[in-house]
């Protein structure tokens, strides 16, 4: 009737935050409309926020100076992960490697014989020395039932104490914990022998601290511009001077990662996984063996930071469009929210597998692995980001438990996700694609504290919300 009052509850997809409150979660933003949130009675000092997601395309808007994008931070680590696409674009998949394949014979390794073992030259990432003549001689120096361990030759005198840790890092630390959260690799490479090869060298470019490329699961073939350089067995490779434990270690649970990873999805339907879903999944790898930011590894904390800047510059990141080192962090912190104990799954293992093993890729993999549309999960993960509840007990809270996204580790300090602050001034926003932007507005106590979205390109969700008691 005229004059009453009506209290009622609107379901939404993504909670509102605890001890907030919302004037629109979501709204639809169609391209070149309005949109208004008007907040009344909210205290002078108190914060009203909007969140924008666009997905699965970009959008610019007004928000009461245009800017220039910045470069894009290239990486080689990632680059591999693209060659392998090349390799199978031109390869018909019965020649690369699969579960019938008929082994090469070769000769199994022994200690203390040398052999020769092609860096990577295809895209001049690994190395600058060309085909042929990018090959090294490295001996085994350690061999049991699980490893052949290599060092290069042109490292004199090589520390048994390194080589006896690796190989027991690996065999008692990376290769149960990755087959534990991941899945398992090849059973063999090509050449029939099912040990992994880990060769220990300093002849891969500055900067590269490891590598697992795919082409070297298949048999080499002197006739295609990759597979020539295929060494023919299960590898990894890895820096040999590297004075960070967490680092070195790290880097083998991450390639070891690609390498279950790109095992999995051959089984599944021969599809690869997108690259920063894969670089995410590799990056989890390194913590749930024990070398995370977490546990020391400085590394990452410095990617974190990296994709943190970024993230709040004027030309703020995707998640899924690749751009290199910036954004190791943000796929790093997106699959440790999905993986979350009780968020997606009962365990961390349980969503970890579900991706790895499925024959989807990329947004449709994470979508069939948490049920929900991915604009969604993208929302939740932009709020844990922004509100950065790591301390909750709550496992579906907003935050990464027990990951401080703007403490200290090892050195770092991290800036956080920090709300773009909007006035009366108008503010143009280039959000890309799978790109969230959190915007904020301190009141001044007067009557209504109002947020206005105009002018997108393409349509979008706004999730406002605001600190009303």
Same mark, same amino acid.
């Given at each position: 009737?005229? &004059?009453?009052?009506?209290?009622?509850?609107?379901?939404?997809?993504?909670?509102?935050?605890?001890?907030?409150?919302? @004037?629109?979660?979501?709204?639809? !933003?169609?391209?070149?409309?309005?949109?208004?949130?008007?907040?009344?009675?909210?205290?002078?000092?108190?914060? @009203?926020?909007?969140?924008?997601?666009?997905?699965?395309?970009?959008?610019?808007?007004?928000?009461?100076?245009?800017?220039?994008?910045?470069?894009?931070?290239?990486?080689?680590?990632?680059?591999?992960?693209?060659? $392998?696409?090349?390799?199978?674009?031109?390869?018909?998949?019965?020649?690369?490697?699969?579960?019938?394949?008929?082994?090469?014979?070769?000769?199994?390794?022994?200690?203390? *014989?040398?052999?020769?073992?092609?860096?990577?030259?295809?895209?001049?990432? !690994?190395?600058?020395?060309?085909?042929?003549?990018?090959?090294?001689?490295?001996?085994?120096?350690?061999?049991?039932?699980?490893?052949?361990?290599?060092?290069?030759?042109?490292?004199?005198?090589?520390?048994?104490?390194?080589?006896?840790?690796?190989?027991?890092?690996?065999?008692?630390?990376?290769?149960?914990?990755?087959?534990?959260?991941?899945?398992?690799?090849?059973?063999? &490479?090509?050449?029939?022998?099912?040990r992994i090869t880990i060769l220990l060298t300093d002849s891969m470019k500055n900067g590269i601290l490891g590598i697992f490329y795919g082409v070297d699961l298949s048999a080499r073939n002197p006739a295609d511009i990759q597979l020539r350089e295929s060494n023919g067995r299960k590898m990894l490779y890895v820096t040999y001077t590297e004075d960070n434990d967490a680092t070195r270690y790290g880097t083998m649970a991450h390639e070891f990662q690609h390498m279950v990873n790109y095992w999995q999805k051959r089984l599944s339907g021969g599809t690869y996984e997108a690259t920063w879903l894969n670089e995410g999944l590799s990056k989890f790898a390194e913590e749930v063996c024990g070398y995370g930011v977490l546990q020391g590894d400085q590394n990452t904390a410095l990617l974190i930071e990296l994709s943190q800047e970024?993230?709040?510059?004027?030309?703020?990141?995707?998640?899924?469009?690749?751009?290199?080192?910036?954004?190791?962090?943000? @796929?790093?912190?997106? *699959?440790?929210?999905?993986?979350? $104990?009780?968020?997606?799954?009962?365990?961390?293992?349980? *969503?970890?597998? !579900?991706?790895?093993?499925?024959?989807?890729?990329?947004?449709?993999?994470?979508?069939?692995?948490?049920?929900?549309?991915?604009?969604?999960?993208?929302?939740?993960?932009?709020?844990?980001?922004?509100?950065?509840?790591?301390?909750?007990?709550?496992?579906?809270?907003?935050?990464?438990?027990?990951?401080?996204?703007?403490?200290?580790?090892?050195?770092?300090?991290?800036?956080?996700?920090?709300?773009? *602050?909007?006035?009366?001034?108008?503010?143009?926003?280039?959000?890309?694609?799978?790109?969230?932007?959190?915007?904020?507005?301190?009141?001044?106590?007067?009557?209504?504290?109002?947020?206005?979205?105009?002018?997108?390109?393409? !349509?979008?969700?706004?999730?406002?919300?605001?600190?009303?008691?």
């Amino acid at each position: 009737t005229n &004059g009453s009052v009506y209290r009622f509850t609107v379901v939404t997809p993504v909670p509102i935050p605890s001890s907030h409150r919302s @004037s629109g979660f979501p709204v639809q !933003a169609d391209a070149g409309t309005s949109v208004k949130s008007e907040v009344p009675s909210l205290s002078s000092g108190s914060k @009203s926020y909007v969140l924008a997601v666009a997905s699965p395309n970009s959008s610019d808007f007004n928000i009461q100076a245009s800017r220039d994008a910045q470069p894009v931070i290239t990486d080689p680590g990632s680059a591999f992960r693209e060659f $392998e696409r090349m390799a199978a674009e031109r390869t018909p998949v019965d020649m690369l490697i699969s579960a019938a394949i008929e082994p090469l014979p070769q000769a199994s390794p022994q200690v203390g *014989v040398s052999e020769n073992f092609y860096i990577p030259a295809y895209g001049s990432v !690994a190395t600058d020395t060309a085909y042929p003549n990018n090959v090294i001689s490295a001996t085994c120096v350690g061999l049991t039932s699980k490893t052949a361990i290599y060092v290069d030759d042109a490292i004199t005198s090589p520390s048994n104490t390194l080589v006896t840790e690796v190989r027991k890092r690996f065999e008692e630390v990376i290769q149960p914990a990755v087959n534990d959260y991941f899945g398992q690799e090849p059973a063999q &490479g090509p050449d029939g022998e099912s040990r992994i090869t880990i060769l220990l060298t300093d002849s891969m470019k500055n900067g590269i601290l490891g590598i697992f490329y795919g082409v070297d699961l298949s048999a080499r073939n002197p006739a295609d511009i990759q597979l020539r350089e295929s060494n023919g067995r299960k590898m990894l490779y890895v820096t040999y001077t590297e004075d960070n434990d967490a680092t070195r270690y790290g880097t083998m649970a991450h390639e070891f990662q690609h390498m279950v990873n790109y095992w999995q999805k051959r089984l599944s339907g021969g599809t690869y996984e997108a690259t920063w879903l894969n670089e995410g999944l590799s990056k989890f790898a390194e913590e749930v063996c024990g070398y995370g930011v977490l546990q020391g590894d400085q590394n990452t904390a410095l990617l974190i930071e990296l994709s943190q800047e970024r993230f709040n510059s004027a030309a703020p990141l995707s998640l899924t469009n690749w751009t290199g080192l910036d954004s190791y962090g943000l @796929s790093y912190l997106f *699959v440790r929210f999905l993986a979350q $104990e009780n968020r997606y799954g009962t365990t961390y293992r349980e *969503v970890t597998r !579900a991706l790895v093993s499925s024959s989807k890729t990329g947004t449709a993999n994470v979508a069939a692995v948490t049920g929900e549309a991915f604009d969604v999960t993208l929302a939740k993960w932009g709020l844990s980001l922004y509100l950065n509840r790591y301390l909750s007990t709550n496992s579906k809270d907003y935050g990464l438990a027990g990951l401080n996204l703007s403490g200290t580790y090892s050195g770092v300090t991290l800036p956080g996700f920090r709300p773009q *602050v909007i006035t009366t001034s108008q503010a143009t926003i280039k959000l890309p694609a799978n790109g969230v932007r959190c915007c904020e507005r301190t009141s001044t106590g007067a009557g209504s504290t109002n947020i206005e979205v105009t002018s997108p390109t393409g !349509a979008m969700k706004l999730w406002f919300f605001d600190q009303r008691p």
